[in-house]
C-alpha cells in the first residue's frame, strides 16, 4: 500500500525519455555546484576561522583570470542546456504529419474533446499506444491549460485562438490528466483522465456504440444550414473565396499583405469576417459571432480542412442540401 | 551660501546648487516613470491599431481633428506660457511669472473644456465602449464599419478614453499646483536663486503637453482625411 | 580582563533619533528616515505574519489529498491573499523600505534621503494600499491568484477584483517613490570623497533595485489601471470576444512582475555582500564585478518576461530568444555567488547569525538560482511549468534567498538601529531552525512538481500526499522559526546589551555614528579618504559621533 509515494513521475509517451534525459543532467549540475559552493564555504570558515578578534587578515585583490573563468564556464554550460531544452521544445511544436487529430474545448470546469472519427469525451481521452495524437486547443471562456504529466506535455487552452499540442503514448494505462491554468472555483476539479490503449484496442473502443457523426460530417452539415453556400461557391463565381485547398494556403488580403490561413485566421474569418479581407472580394460576409458555437466552428474548420485537394467537395456539400 | 537663501534650504542639504541638482534630477526620474507609464498604453494602441487597422481607421474619422487641432494650438501655447513664467521666476519677476502662470492655467483649461465637449458628443452617440456602446448594426451605420467589427471599434473607443483621459487626469492633478504656484509667486516667494519649483512644474507641464503631441496624431488623424 | 570591559560598558547615547521626540505624532509625521524605516518595519512585519497565517491555512489544508478543510472559493483565497499580501506588500518594500531607508543615508554619509517628506508618502502609499487590499481580503476576498489573469480577473471572478487592484496601484506608486528617492540620493548626496568605486555594495544594490522600480512599476500600475477599467466600466482591452488578446495582459504582467523578481532579490544581494565582507574581514573579491552583475541583472531582467508564456502558444522563435536571454541572468548571478565564496579565502571568519543567515542565503539562492535553470530550458519548462516545481524555485529564491537575506541583515544592523544586541544563542538557535523548515518545507515541492502536481490545487490525486505532509510538517517548523526573533527582538529592545557605535567591528559610514544615530545621522559631516570594505586594519574608531 506504500505504492502511493513516487518520487518520480512515470515515462509513457516518446517525448518523456527526452525531457528526462535533461532533467537528470540539470539534476546533476545543481547537485554539483551545490556539493562544490557548499564545500568551498565550510571548509573556508572552518579552515580561515577567526581565532582572535584581532585579526586582520591581508587583502586579496581579485583576479580576472578567476572572474572569466567563472563567467565562461557557466556560460558554456547555459549554452549547451539551452540547445538541449530547444531541440526538445522543436520536437515538441512539430507534430508529425500521420498524427490522430482531437479538438480539445476547456470550459469551467471540463475538457470538451472529440475525435476527429466524431466520438466525443468528456474528461476522458481514448488513444491508441504507438500512434502520434495531435490535440487542436481552445476555450469557451478563461484561459486552461492541458497538462499530461506521465507524457512531459503541456499547453494553454486560450479563448480566441488555437493552440496545438502533441504526443505519442508507448505504453498503455491511465494517465492523469489536470487543467494547469488557474481557471477559478472548480479549477482543481478540472482533472481527467488519458487511456492509453493497444492499438487493436482502441479500435475496439472507437467501433464500438452508436456510429457517431464525424466533425467533418457535422461541419458539412453545419455550412449546409448556414448557407454559406451560397457564396462560397465550389466554382470561382461566388461572392466568397473559393474553400477548396484554403486551409493552409497563403491567402492575399485587400489593401497588400498577406495571412496564413491557419485555424487561428479561419475562426476569425467566420466570427469577425471584415477583419481581414481577401483580395478581390466585398466585404459583405454578416459576422457568425453568437450563432456558433466554438465547437461548431472546429467542426467548420474540420470541413473546411477536408476540403484540402478534392474539387468539387463544396459542390457536392450543396447537393446535401 | 548666503543666509538670504536659508529659508529655502532645507535641512538636509548642504548648499541651494546640491538642493536644486537633486530636485532636477527627481523631476526627471519622475518623467521617466511617467514615459513607461503612458508607454504602457502606447503599446496596447500599437498592437491593436497594427491587427485592426481598418477599424482604427474608420473609428478616428469620427474624432473632430479640427477640434483636436485646435486644443494641440491651445495646448502649445499653453507651454510657451509656462516657459515664460519660468523665464520670468529666473529675473525674479514676481507679477509677471503669476500672470504667466495664470495664463497657463486659462489655456489649459480651455483644452480640458473642448475635452468635455467632445466626451460628451461620444456619450451621446453612445461611443463609450461597455454595454451602452451602439448596437452592431448602427455601429456600422455610424462608423461606417461592418456589424462584426464593433468589438474592435469598442477596442479603438476604449484606448482613446484610456489614453486622452489619462492624459487629463494628469492635467488636472497639474493646474491646482500651477496655481498654488502663481500665490505663491505673487507673495515673493521665488528669487532668481531659487525658484525650482516653477521650473519643475514646467518640466511636468511640458511633458503632459509632449504626451498630446503625439495623442493627438495617434488618434485623430489615422489614414486619410 | 572583566574589570576593564566593565569600566568600558558602553552607553546608549544621550540624545538620538530615537528619544529625539515622543508620542503618536512625532512618528506618523516624521520626516527622519530612521523611523520611517522603523514605520515600514512595524508595517511589513504585520504584513509578513498575516501572509504567513495565509500560508498556514494553505499547509493545513494541503496535509489531506481532498478539499475537507476550506470550500474551494476559500482555499483559492487563501493562496491569493497569500500571494499578494507576501508579494506586494511584504518581499517587494522589505529591504529597501526597512534596511533601505535606515542605511542609504547613513551608508553615503548624508542627513537624510533627498526627499524626506516623498519618503513619508511612499509609506503612507504603502498603508494606503494595504488598507485597499486588506479591506478587499476581508470583505468577501480575492481569487484571482496574484497573477490576475485575464479574462478570468476582468470578466468572470466574483471578486474584489478592483478595489485589491487599487490597492496594488497604491504599493506600487510607494516603490516609485522609493526607488526615485535612492537614485537621486545615491547621485547627489554622497560625503565628500564616497566615489562610485567607493560605495558599498548594499548601495549599488539598491541603486540597481531602484532603477528596475522606476521603469517597470509603472507598467504593472498602467495595466492594472486597465484591468479596473474592463472590469468596471466594460471597456475592452483584454476581451477576446471583441478582439482583445488575453495574452497581451500577460507580456503586460509579466513586463514588470518578472523584474520585480529583482527588486526582491537585488536587495537581498546588497546586505549578502555586506555580511559576508564583515563576518570574513575581507574586501568582497572581485567588487567591480559583484557591483556590475547588479546592473547587469536589472538590465537583463527587463528582457526575460515571456519565459513565464511558454506554454500559452508563443511562437517557438520568440520562446528560443526569451529563453537565451533567461539563461545570461544565470551569469552575473554566478558571478556573485562564486565571489562571495572567494571572499572567505584566506579571511578571518566567524559565525555569528548574521553569517548564518549569509551562508544559509547562499546555499538556498544556489538551489534557486540552478532550479531556475530548468525553467528557462524550453523543453523542460513545459512540463514543470504551472506545477510544485515552480513554486518551490520561487519559494527558494523569495523566501530562502530573500527572507534569509533579511533577518541577517536585521540582525546585521540591529545594534544599529537600536543601540542594543539581540540574545546571540536564541539568535543561532532560530537561524538554523528556519534553515531546516524551509528546506522541509519546499525541497519536497520540487519532487511534487516533477511528480505533475499543479499549483493552486486545492484537491490533489492520494500519491501526492507524503510528500504534500513532510512539506506541511516543514512550515510549522518554519513559522516556529519566524516566531522566536518576534519574540527576542522584541525583549532586545529593552534589555539587550547596549551596543557600541561599531559592535562587529565593520567598515562603512553607518558604523562611524553613534548606535542609535542622532537625527542628523552624523555630528559632523563625514569625509572619506579610504577605500571600501578596508579590513586590513581595525576600522577606525567611530570619529562622526
Redesign the interface.
Known amino acids: 500500500m506504500f505504492s502511493g509515494f513516487p518520487l518520480f513521475p512515470e515515462q509513457a509517451s516518446t517525448l518523456a525519455l527526452g525531457v528526462d534525459g535533461l532533467y537528470f543532467f540539470l539534476v546533476l549540475v545543481t547537485a554539483f555546484f551545490f556539493v562544490a559552493i557548499s564545500a568551498a564555504l565550510l571548509f573556508f570558515s572552518v579552515k580561515y576561522r577567526r581565532r582572535s578578534p584581532h585579526e586582520w587578515p591581508a587583502e586579496i585583490h581579485g583576479s580576472l583570470m578567476l572572474e572569466l573563468a567563472w563567467s565562461i564556464v557557466p556560460f558554456l554550460i547555459c549554452v549547451v542546456i539551452f540547445a538541449w531544452g530547444a531541440i526538445l521544445f522543436f520536437s515538441m511544436n512539430r507534430p508529425p504529419d500521420n498524427a490522430i487529430e482531437v479538438s480539445v474545448v476547456g470550459k469551467r470546469w471540463m475538457w470538451k474533446l472529440q475525435h476527429m472519427t466524431g466520438q466525443r469525451e468528456i474528461n476522458e481521452l481514448h488513444i491508441p499506444v504507438g500512434r502520434a495524437v495531435k490535440l487542436t486547443l481552445t476555450s469557451e471562456d478563461v484561459i486552461h491549460s492541458f497538462f499530461v504529466p506521465a507524457f512531459r506535455v503541456k499547453k494553454d487552452a486560450v479563448p480566441g485562438r488555437y493552440n496545438v499540442m502533441w504526443f505519442q503514448a508507448t505504453k498503455p494505462g491511465r494517465y492523469h490528466l489536470f487543467c494547469a491554468e488557474y481557471c477559478g472555483t472548480q479549477h482543481s476539479r478540472m482533472i481527467g483522465e488519458i487511456i492509453a490503449m493497444e492499438p487493436a484496442d482502441f479500435q475496439t473502443w472507437i467501433q464500438g456504440g452508436p456510429a457517431p457523426e464525424s466533425p467533418v460530417a457535422a461541419g458539412q452539415k453545419l455550412f449546409a444550414e448556414l448557407n454559406c453556400i451560397t457564396c462560397h461557391r465550389a466554382d470561382s463565381q461566388g461572392r466568397g473565396p473559393v474553400l477548396d485547398g484554403l486551409a493552409g494556403s497563403t491567402v492575399k488580403l485587400l489593401g497588400g499583405g498577406t495571412a496564413v490561413a491557419d485555424d487561428t485566421y479561419l475562426r476569425e474569418s467566420i466570427l469577425v469576417p471584415a477583419a481581414k479581407i481577401v483580395d478581390g472580394y466585398q466585404p459583405i460576409m454578416p459576422t457568425y459571432q453568437g450563432q456558433v458555437s466554438e465547437e461548431g466552428v472546429l467542426h467548420l474548420l474540420a470541413y473546411i480542412q477536408s476540403l484540402k485537394g478534392q474539387a468539387g467537395a463544396a459542390g457536392a456539400a450543396g447537393g446535401n442540401k | 551660501m548666503s543666509n538670504a537663501h536659508s529659508s529655502a534650504l532645507?535641512?538636509?542639504?548642504?548648499n541651494l546648487d546640491?538642493q536644486k541638482?537633486?530636485s532636477v534630477?527627481?523631476m526627471w526620474?519622475?518623467i521617466?516613470?511617467?514615459i513607461?507609464?503612458?508607454?504602457?498604453?502606447f503599446?496596447?494602441y500599437t498592437?491593436?491599431r497594427h491587427?485592426?487597422f481598418?477599424?482604427f481607421e474608420a473609428c478616428s474619422h469620427h474624432l473632430d481633428w479640427k477640434l483636436g487641432a485646435a486644443n494641440t494650438v491651445v495646448l502649445i501655447f499653453s507651454s510657451l506660457t509656462m516657459a515664460m513664467g519660468v523665464h520670468a521666476a529666473a529675473l525674479g519677476q514676481k507679477k509677471a511669472t503669476a500672470a504667466w502662470l495664470v495664463l497657463t492655467i486659462v489655456l489649459g483649461s480651455i483644452f480640458l473644456g473642448v475635452k468635455v465637449v467632445e466626451y460628451t458628443e461620444k456619450f451621446e452617440h453612445h461611443l463609450v465602449?461597455?454595454?451602452h456602446f451602439l448596437p452592431?448594426e448602427e455601429a456600422a451605420h455610424e462608423l461606417k464599419?461592418?456589424?462584426?467589427?464593433t468589438?474592435?471599434a469598442?477596442?479603438y473607443f476604449?484606448?482613446y478614453?484610456?489614453m486622452t483621459g489619462?492624459h487629463a487626469i494628469h492635467m488636472i492633478i497639474g493646474i491646482p499646483i500651477i496655481l498654488y504656484l502663481a500665490w505663491r509667486s505673487w507673495h515673493g516667494a521665488y528669487t532668481p536663486a531659487y525658484h525650482t519649483p516653477v521650473e519643475l512644474t514646467g518640466l511636468y507641464w511640458h511633458f503632459v503637453d509632449i504626451v498630446w503631441i503625439f495623442l493627438f496624431p495617434l488618434l485623430y488623424l489615422i489614414g486619410h482625411h | 580582563m572583566s574589570a576593564v570591559v566593565a569600566a568600558r560598558e558602553p552607553q546608549l547615547p544621550k540624545e538620538h533619533y530615537l528619544n529625539a521626540d515622543y508620542g503618536v505624532r512625532s512618528w506618523l509625521f516624521t520626516i527622519d528616515h530612521k523611523r520611517i524605516a522603523l514605520l515600514y518595519l512595524a508595517s511589513v512585519t504585520f504584513m509578513f505574519f498575516l501572509g504567513g497565517m495565509y500560508a498556514a491555512a494553505i499547509r493545513l489544508e494541503l496535509v489531506t489529498p481532498p478539499g475537507d478543510m476550506f470550500s474551494s472559493e476559500t482555499y483559492n483565497k487563501l493562496f491569493t491573499g497569500h500571494g499578494v499580501l507576501m508579494v506586494f506588500f511584504f518581499l517587494i518594500p522589505t529591504i529597501p523600505g526597512v534596511l533601505g531607508n535606515f542605511l542609504i543615508p547613513l551608508m553615503i554619509g548624508a542627513k537624510d534621503l533627498a526627499f524626506p517628506r516623498i519618503n513619508l508618502l511612499s509609506w503612507y502609499c504603502y498603508m494606503a494600499g494595504a488598507g485597499f487590499v486588506l479591506y478587499a481580503l476581508v470583505e468577501g476576498g480575492l481569487d484571482t491568484g496574484w497573477t490576475f489573469y485575464t479574462p478570468y480577473s476582468t470578466s468572470f471572478s466574483n471578486t474584489n477584483v478592483i478595489l485589491a487592484g487599487v490597492g496594488i496601484f497604491f504599493a506600487g506608486f510607494s516603490s516609485i517613490l522609493t526607488g526615485l528617492n535612492f537614485i537621486v540620493t545615491i547621485h547627489k548626496m554622497r560625503a565628500p570623497g564616497l566615489t562610485w568605486f567607493r560605495l558599498p555594495l548594499f548601495v549599488w544594490a539598491h541603486y540597481a533595485t531602484s532603477l528596475i522600480q522606476i521603469l517597470g512599476t509603472p507598467v504593472i500600475a498602467v495595466t492594472i489601471l486597465l484591468v479596473a477599467l474592463e472590469r468596471g466600466f466594460h471597456f475592452g482591452f483584454f476581451d477576446p470576444a471583441r478582439g482583445g488578446d488575453p495574452i497581451l495582459f500577460q507580456h503586460l504582467f509579466w513586463f514588470y512582475s518578472h523584474p520585480a523578481v529583482y527588486i526582491m532579490i537585488l536587495p537581498a544581494m546588497g546586505v549578502i555582500s555586506e555580511l559576508v565582507a564583515c563576518f570574513s574581514r575581507k574586501k568582497i573579491f572581485g567588487y567591480g564585478f559583484v557591483a556590475g552583475s547588479s546592473l547587469a541583472i536589472a538590465v537583463l531582467g527587463f528582457l526575460v518576461w515571456a519565459h513565464h508564456m511558454f506554454v500559452s502558444g508563443l511562437s517557438v522563435y520568440a520562446s528560443l530568444i526569451f529563453s537565451a536571454i533567461s539563461f545570461l541572468v544565470a551569469i552575473p548571478s554566478a558571478i556573485k555567488v562564486f565571489n562571495w565564496t572567494a571572499t572567505l579565502y584566506r579571511g578571518s571568519v566567524s559565525w555569528q547569525t548574521p553569517m548564518l543567515y549569509a551562508v544559509g542565503f547562499i546555499g538556498l539562492f544556489v538551489i534557486g538560482g540552478l532550479t531556475g535553470l530548468f525553467l528557462a530550458a524550453l523543453g523542460l519548462d513545459v512540463h514543470v511549468t504551472d506545477t510544485y516545481f515552480i513554486v518551490a524555485h520561487f519559494h527558494y529564491v523569495m523566501v530562502g534567498s530573500v527572507v534569509m537575506a533579511y533577518m541577517g541583515g536585521l540582525h546585521f544592523w540591529w545594534p544599529k538601529i537600536t543601540g542594543r544586541h539581540y540574545p546571540e544563542w536564541w539568535a543561532r538557535v532560530s537561524a538554523v531552525i528556519i534553515f531546516v523548515g524551509f528546506n522541509l518545507t519546499f525541497f519536497p515541492q520540487f519532487i511534487l512538481g516533477y511528480l505533475g502536481m499543479p499549483r493552486r490545487y486545492h484537491y490533489y490525486p492520494d500519491e501526492f500526499q507524503v510528500l504534500n505532509v513532510m512539506s506541511s510538517a516543514g512550515a510549522s517548523i518554519l513559522a516556529v522559526g519566524y516566531m522566536i526573533p518576534m519574540v527576542y527582538f522584541a525583549w532586545s529592545m529593552r534589555y539587550g546589551r547596549i551596543a557600541t557605535a561599531n559592535p562587529w567591528p565593520a567598515t562603512g559610514l553607518e558604523w562611524q555614528t553613534a548606535s542609535p544615530p542622532p537625527t542628523e545621522n552624523f555630528a559632523v559631516t563625514p569625509t572619506v579618504d579610504e577605500e571600501v570594505y578596508d579590513y586590513t586594519r581595525p576600522p577606525k574608531e567611530p570619529t562622526f559621533v
Not at chain 2, 513607461?36 to 498604453?41: A, K, R
Not at chain 2, 464599419?145 to 467589427?149: A, G, N
Open positions: 532645507r535641512h538636509h542639504f548642504a546640491q541638482d537633486s534630477l527627481g526620474t519622475f521617466v516613470q511617467e513607461l507609464f503612458f508607454g504602457g498604453l503599446l496596447v498592437i491593436y491587427e485592426y481598418d477599424v465602449p461597455g454595454p452592431p464599419i461592418q456589424p462584426s467589427q468589438g474592435q469598442q477596442l476604449s484606448l478614453f484610456a489619462l
